[in-house]
């Protein structure tokens, strides 16, 4: 058995959020699957989830199957988080976000040899990323990047993607194409290649110093939408205004389901029982 054969079966277990599996996971334990996985040169789908992210999978069929055929699905949201933790005790003192995994999993590469590629976003983002990221990982290697069209790619197109991603001898690919595109389209790609596929979203940006990162103190308190939502107003107000309400009222939902009323059962078959006895006596 490889090694990570051995690793998958120990992977961080999977719990369900408004029928979407989530990993119960840390930054510790996802970098070291992905860089297990790269030694391998064994595919492995990883994506940081958000609020947005999950729950368009909870109510679109077609974008949840493929969220849940994912190897690790990390809560990259505060919400996600204390959602694992409301409702199954998950006790995760930290969520895993796209920007940070990406860097830390960077640095891990440079230790450890392993060159990256990176697919997505725009050229002139991609162009202030690289060196930012070597900034961050000393000794990284990229070995290769591209900025598809956003459109959907002609069969041509896709097969020189694929190409070239292989043939530049990358052991892990980073994808920030946006939600839900990215997690399609690693979904849709993993068998023709054989190296951990992470989907990061706007980590590119960010790291390129395209887009602002919210202040920490707004992040640990599960406010970046709002960050956010002030920095690009137009594009964002109404996925937020649908997304949030909605992911508050699955989750309520769930607990609701799962955690109240089989109290609540357990309760009254007890009080029943006891009024029996009572009778009986």
Not at 69 to 89: E, K, M, S, Y
Not at 142 to 168: C, K, M, N, Q
Not at 220 to 249: C, N, Q, S, T
């Amino acid at each position: 058995m490889s090694a990570v054969d051995e690793y998958v079966g120990a992977f961080p277990p999977r719990l369900p959020v408004a029928g979407i599996l989530v990993s119960r996971t840390t930054y510790q334990e996802t970098v070291e699957c992905i860089t297990a996985a790269a030694q391998q040169s064994a595919s492995l789908l990883v994506a940081a989830t958000s609020v947005h992210g999950l729950t368009l999978g909870a109510t679109e069929d077609w974008f949840g199957d493929k969220l849940n055929g994912f190897d690790l699905l990390t809560p990259d949201g505060q919400p996600v988080r204390w959602a694992l933790n409301l409702l199954h005790g998950a006790s995760l003192s930290q969520r895993v976000y796209g920007p940070t995994l990406m860097r830390r999993v960077c640095q891990a590469a440079a230790e450890q040899g392993l060159g990256i590629y990176l697919y997505g976003s725009r050229p002139e983002v991609l162009k202030r990323l690289m060196p930012r990221l070597q900034a961050l990982a000393p000794g990284l290697r990229i070995l290769g990047y591209r900025s598809p069209p956003f459109r959907p790619l002609t069969a041509g197109e896709d097969a020189d993607d694929v190409h070239d991603i292989v043939g530049s001898g990358a052991r892990i690919l980073f994808v920030g194409l946006g939600c839900p595109r990215q997690e399609a389209w690693a979904f849709d790609h993993r068998d023709r290649l054989d190296l951990p596929i992470v989907c990061v979203g706007a980590a590119f940006d960010f790291h390129a110093g395209a887009l602002r990162q919210a202040p920490p103190w707004m992040q640990d308190r599960g406010l970046e939408w709002l960050f956010r939502l002030a920095m690009e107003p137009r594009r964002l107000w109404r996925r937020y205004a649908k997304y949030i309400p909605l992911f508050m009222l699955l989750v309520a939902r769930q607990y609701m389901m799962e955690r109240v009323l089989p109290s609540r059962r357990i309760s009254l078959a007890a009080e029943t029982s006891a009024i029996w006895s009572s009778e009986d006596t």
